[in-house]
């Protein structure tokens, strides 16, 4: 009974140990991708073409106060 739980204990600590070799060897293998930055990104998609958005006064749909 011994021998099988050496046995078993064995393999698992194996399969640990390659696991995380296969884990490790394929990040590194991955590009790694930068996040542009915002000024990049804006003139991309050429923000300052795009029309100015007016804003209406939602004050009477979505009142300061609270009433009750």
């Known amino acids: 009974m011994t ?4 046995f078993t204990f064995a393999i698992a600590a194996v399969m640990v ?3 995380s070799t296969l884990l490790r060897s394929h990040s590194l293998q991955l590009p790694t991708a930068t996040m ?3 000024a990049e990104l804006h003139r991309t998609a050429n923000v ?3 029309p100015v958005q007016e804003i209406g006064d939602q004050s009477l749909i979505f009142p ?3 009433r009750q």
Do not use: C, H, K, N
């Open 48 to 50: 300052s073409g795009l």
């Open 17 to 19: 140990v390659a696991s």
């Open 36 to 38: 542009p930055s915002l």
């Open 64 to 66: 300061l106060e609270a």
């Open 3 to 6: 021998r099988w739980i050496t």
